[in-house]
């Protein structure tokens, strides 16, 4: 049976917290999927822990070569035979009705993109994130990305249209794509928590921080005829500004 969703999993030395990850995939409620997982050719454990789980469902890759995210989420898309694609990382947990959530609203025209609320998961403690979501999407990301991109299913279709992930973004290409989406197609926001966001050290956006600010504000040029992406640009270089004062005032 083909699968309707199918679930991208980009793992480069992931095998920390990689088992519950899997774990929590294999517990949704929803059946109807596959994983994709891609390891972009890991040096750890993590192939041999995603070997431990035998089912049908989960499809392993090795890519040729360690690429950037956004050209390993291009490429494992490729592989996929849903008609939505999930995104998850390998430190992130969802909970069993996460994709069951999204159920109702596989077939209503012009969806683009679902995505929901979440936890952040801090030593061991469980906060609630505080973004703040409303409707016209497309505009409102624009003065902020409050997508987090491990909540988001996206329309395989669409996805490929407006031309997948940009490969020359490095930390920013999930804003980038989800922009690119919502610019021509709906959205839905699922007002409950999904997922488990896991906040450790090794986080890129959180070691990226400033790179990442910075690809966020060549993407904000690109819509600078929208009065709210001046306002988000604005925000982003007041960010930028106190994270130059902050390093300046450590050295």
């Known amino acids: 049976m083909k699968p309707n969703i199918s679930i991208i999993l980009n793992c480069y030395n992931g095998s920390k917290y990689l088992a519950e990850c899997l774990d929590s995939i294999k517990k949704q409620n929803y059946r109807n999927f596959e994983l994709i997982f891609w390891d972009n ?84 403690k469980l906060i609630k994130s505080k973004k703040k979501i409303k409707l016209n999407y497309f505009k409102n990301i624009l003065k902020e990305n409050y997508i987090f991109f491990s909540t988001v299913l996206i329309k395989k279709k669409y996805f490929f249209k407006v031309g997948m992930c940009d490969e ?43 790179e990442s600010i910075n690809e966020s504000i060549y993407l904000l040029y690109k819509y600078k005829d929208n009065i709210e992406a001046l306002e988000g640009l604005a925000k982003l270089i007041l960010v930028l500004s106190y994270y130059f004062i902050k390093l300046k005032w450590k050295q």
């Not at 890759?61 to 690429?67: G, I, L």
């Not at 939505?84 to 969802?94: E, N, R, S, T």
């Not at 973004?169 to 997922?195: M, P, S, T």
């Open 168 to 210: 020359t973004l490095q930390h920013a290409e999930d804003y980038d794509i989800l922009l690119k989406i919502l610019k021509k197609y709906d959205g839905h926001f699922v007002n409950k928590q999904l997922i488990k966001y896991r906040v450790h050290d090794n986080n890129q956006s959180k070691k990226y921080k400033i």
């Open 41 to 124: 050719c890991s040096t750890d454990h993590s192939k041999k822990i995603f070997k431990t789980y035998k089912d049908k469902r989960f499809k392993y890759f090795k890519s040729k070569k360690n690429t950037i995210l956004s050209k390993a989420r291009n490429l494992a898309s490729k592989k996929a035979r849903g008609d939505w694609l999930a995104f998850i990382d390998c430190d992130d947990i969802w909970y069993p009705n996460k994709l069951t959530e999204f159920k109702n609203f596989f077939h209503i025209k012009n969806m683009g993109v679902l995505f929901s609320d979440y936890y952040i998961l801090e030593n061991k």
